[in-house]
């Protein structure tokens, strides 16, 4: 990682967990700069079963009468269940977040996905405790493969959380595998200016090669995380997570990570804002608004991603959420046609990787490329829908049933302008 000022740090020693627990809790005070280590005692584990038990327990623990959430003594409290969750799908590693809320000025709590609570629980801390205000905009860093945990100065880093949850992840891994075991915690400019800010989790995609959010959204938790001027929060896990295991394979590795591009002259802009006043730049509509643009541009360039946050007032995270999730959108240009290879079950044990082989051979790119006279772009597909004809081929619009590798270089020459009609199956010679 680059060098960055370190505002105070210290080191600490991974911890094996016993049935679940790790027996101990992480306390971070970035006003008065310490960082201690918390019992967690067998009266504590009977009481509670962990998760939101563990952060009522730290939480009343810190708070008296009079803190109020923008009180310096206002903690911000993260933990996880006694199993920590599971890594196998970003949803199900739950974190806890506890404070007391801008909104009600009681305590909130919230239940977010990602990798964070996992992670804490792989770093040997059952919960943790962020209390305190800085006097200079922070980032605090738990890396569990060094073994420290660091306060960096952070008054060059942006605050959009989507940036800096990009910018921190590459920071923080040596290399693009590791990014997987990156999880960033952080609040966007939104939260600075309302009361209702929410919390970004981030999880690395390695599908797509970017990353992705999971968001704490309940009482202004946000808001509170701002407050004490932190930008992020970074958690480095020294245990290799495996990435999405029902789909890591030989097939899910040939799906090429996605890059975001940029149009910037102001013909696109133009011919943007008429996308979106079309749909009267209302929220409501985005993902109609993203599809105009993707059928106009073959692509959802970031100048559009811009524009629809400016016009329609969507949060980044929200629009990077849509462009990544649905497969009919990409962030990097498509071809004129679509070639789609069905790698579902039923495909794949009737030879559908030798027929992506065949493709690429044939057309010269990798399955998420697109060919250099951008006239089609390769892809690997979980399911296409027609199980019955497997192996099957989408081209465009139509689908092709019962293909083999021998009859590639012959579908892409008989290719003609997409027609809609019922699956069909090529002839066999």
């Not at 992480?26 to 563990?54: A, H």
């Not at 196998?88 to 709590?109: E, H, N, R, Y």
């Not at 929410?198 to 995380?225: E, H, P």
């Not at 985005?286 to 059928?295: A, F, N, R, T, W």
């Amino acid at each position: 990682m680059h060098e960055r000022k370190i505002l105070f740090e210290t080191t600490f020693e991974r911890r094996d967990l016993d049935r679940g627990y790790a027996g101990r809790a992480l306390r971070v005070d970035i006003s008065g700069k310490t960082i201690t280590e918390l019992p967690v005692d067998d009266e504590m584990k009977r009481l509670w079963t962990g998760g939101k038990g563990f952060d009522l327990w730290l939480t009343l623990r810190e708070i008296t009468g009079n803190t109020k959430w923008d009180s310096p003594g206002n903690p911000i409290c993260f933990s996880a269940g006694p199993l920590g969750g599971t890594t196998s799908f970003p949803g199900s590693g739950k974190t806890i977040v506890t404070a007391v809320s801008p909104l009600t000025q009681s305590m909130m709590d919230c239940n977010v996905g990602g990798y964070f609570g996992p992670f804490l629980k792989f770093a040997g801390f059952d919960a943790m405790v962020l209390t305190g205000i800085s006097d200079t905009e922070c980032i605090l860093a738990i890396d569990s493969v060094n073994r420290t945990i660091r306060v960096l100065d952070a008054t060059a880093d942006p605050v959009d959380s989507h940036i800096l949850a990009e910018e921190l992840t590459a920071e923080f891994a040596p290399n693009e595998m590791e990014r997987r075991n990156v999880a960033v915690v952080s609040a966007g400019t939104a939260a600075e200016h309302t009361r209702m800010g929410m919390l970004n989790f981030s999880f690395y995609d390695w599908r797509r090669g970017c990353c992705r959010f999971k968001q704490a959204a309940r009482g202004g938790i946000g808001t509170v995380f701002r407050h004490k001027k932190v930008k992020a929060l970074v958690l480095r896990s020294h245990a290799q997570l495996p990435a999405w295991r029902v789909e890591e394979n030989k097939v899910a590795a040939r799906i090429t990570p996605k890059k975001v591009s940029r149009m910037e002259c102001p013909s696109v802009i133009e011919e943007l804002d008429r996308i979106i006043d079309r749909w009267h730049a209302d929220p409501e509509y985005v993902i109609e608004m993203m599809q105009d643009i993707q059928e106009r541009f073959r692509h959802i360039p970031k100048v559009a991603l811009d524009q629809l946050q400016r016009r329609c007032g969507t949060p980044m995270a929200h629009l990077y959420h849509i462009a990544t999730f649905y497969k009919s959108f990409s962030l990097e240009p498509r071809g004129e046609t679509t070639i789609q290879v069905c790698m579902g079950t039923a495909c794949h044990v009737k030879g559908a990787a030798n027929i992506l082989d065949s493709f690429e051979r044939v057309l010269g790119v990798k399955s998420g490329q697109t060919t250099t006279d951008g006239k089609y772009t390769l892809e690997a597909v979980a399911c296409l829908g027609a199980c019955s004809i497997a192996p099957v081929v989408r081209i465009g619009e139509e689908i092709v049933g019962n293909v083999e590798s021998r009859q590639v270089e012959r579908l892409l020459k008989r290719h003609a302008t997409p027609a809609a009609g019922a699956p069909e199956e090529v002839d066999h010679e």
